[in-house]
């Protein structure tokens, strides 16, 4: 058994995990939902125990990760003016394939239409919480204390201290280059930690899916099935095709093996449902599975984790589309339009605010007029399809990595096409007779 284990790669161990994880939440809880003594110690003890435990594992390197890896790369340039150019690409291909995503989500929804015949007329009321306006979103981005920022996890204003640190680092001659030899050794370290959280996921996956599951009935998605469908369909077709279409073209790369090399971080990122807590498996993915050199991956990963909500986008596009239908209002052309201008625009607009996707959606429905109330109902499926949504924004963020990084030559092509690359980084060994 033991033996049989060490052969089987990670992705395979994750995915059993996930897989047991399932079929025992499901197990629970048509068959022990009234034992006082399984739910207690094991749904809310052990499984709830193991599952936070792993998730506050991936978060707590998520800082120190994004801090030092992006000083590495600032640092590591020789000219300056790089930066932006790099942030430029970036910003314009994750708000291009955003409005690509939510132009999709609501083209699918209008010719299926999931709302004809619903009857929102019960729906509960929704309270949205107030989004910040893009003027002090730009101002909150800038740290007045970074050792806060850090402290509260404002990726953000991380991002805006580490580049000016990378900098000055660059900027200072002989300091800064000890200094620098220092943060890269570092980064090998904290890349070797990620590699030992993740050579524990199986464990993590397997607590995750199992509390979910004993909780997530099928009777939600039932009613709400036509949403269900179109949203998940729209998901699976940005992730599968439009992604691979664009890396394709754009980058020439091989989609099926970029595919492929997703699957781990594509599966963190379902059973934990945050794109921030899936920040250190992306950026080991990126760079030590598919080439992409840090200088990149350190930059644009981070940032797409904060402001790139292809998923998040989609599921507005479908529930407004769905909401409308119910309620039975028409929609116009324009409203349409100001549907896709608003969701775009607000991925970095609420980038910081808990709760993101029903902050959006309640900006969107206010903006067209629909009224808050649908949220209330489709809030019984959103923990699932929260999950799917995060695993399409982390596959955009590695791609639009890839296409960014293969434009400024520092992607190693012979690294991308090895389907064993970053195998031996992951590998944990504990005794040197291993």
Do not use: W
């Not at 781990?264 to 945050?274: G, I, L, P, R």
């Not at 200088?295 to 409308?324: R, W």
């Not at 549907?339 to 067209?368: D, F, H």
């Not at 929260?386 to 982390?394: G, K, W, Y």
């Amino acid at each position: 058994m033991n033996k049989q284990t060490k052969k089987m790669s990670l992705t395979s161990r994750v995915l059993l995990g996930m897989f047991l994880g399932i079929v025992t939440g499901f197990a629970i809880r048509y068959l022990f939902a009234e034992d006082g003594f399984v739910n207690e110690y094991l749904v809310h003890g052990l499984f709830d125990v193991g599952g936070q435990i792993f998730v506050a594992t991936l978060k707590m390197l998520v800082v120190p990760l994004v801090f030092v890896s992006l000083v590495c790369g600032t640092s590591a340039l020789k000219d300056i003016s790089t930066l932006g150019r790099l942030g430029g690409k970036t910003l314009l291909f994750y708000l291009g394939s955003t409005a690509l995503a939510i132009v999709l989500a609501m083209s699918l929804a209008l010719l299926v239409g999931p709302g004809k015949g619903a009857d929102l007329s019960s729906a509960a009321s929704f309270t949205a919480k107030e989004a910040p306006s893009l003027g002090q979103v730009i101002i909150d981005m800038f740290p007045t204390n970074p050792v806060s920022s850090m402290a509260n996890g404002n990726t953000l204003q991380i991002i805006i201290f580490s580049l000016l640190f990378g900098i000055a680092i660059s900027l200072s001659g002989k300091a800064g280059e000890r200094l620098s030899f220092f943060f890269r050794d570092l980064n090998e370290v904290i890349l070797k930690l990620v590699a030992l959280m993740m050579n524990l996921a199986p464990y993590g996956v397997f607590c995750l899916m199992a509390k979910l599951f004993t909780t997530l009935g099928l009777s939600a998605i039932l009613s709400l099935f036509e949403y269900f469908f179109v949203l998940v369909a729209a998901l699976l077709i940005h992730a599968l095709l439009v992604y691979t279409t664009l890396l394709k073209v754009l980058s020439g790369l091989n989609p099926f093996i970029f595919l492929r090399k997703m699957e781990d971080a594509v599966m963190f990122a379902f059973s934990t449902a945050s794109s921030n807590a899936t920040i250190p498996v992306s950026m080991e993915t990126a760079s030590r599975r598919m080439g992409v050199d840090n200088k990149i991956a350190s930059f644009t990963i981070p940032l797409g984790a904060t402001i790139n909500m292809d998923g998040t986008a989609m599921m507005q596009g479908v529930a407004t589309v769905f909401i409308a239908q119910a309620f039975n209002v028409e929609l116009t052309l324009v409203d349409y339009l100001t549907v896709i201008l608003t969701a775009t625009l607000a991925s970095i607009g609420t980038a910081g605010v808990p709760g993101v996707g029903l902050v959006m959606l309640a900006m969107v429905l206010n903006q067209v007029g629909l009224p808050l109330e649908g949220i209330a109902l489709i809030m019984g499926v959103d923990r699932l399809l929260d999950m799917l949504r995060t695993a399409v924004n982390i596959t955009g963020d590695c791609a639009v990595t890839c296409i960014v990084a293969k434009s400024e030559n520092a992607l190693d092509e012979a690294r991308y096409n090895d389907m064993s690359a970053g195998q031996e980084e992951e590998t944990i060994r504990f005794s040197k007779s291993n």
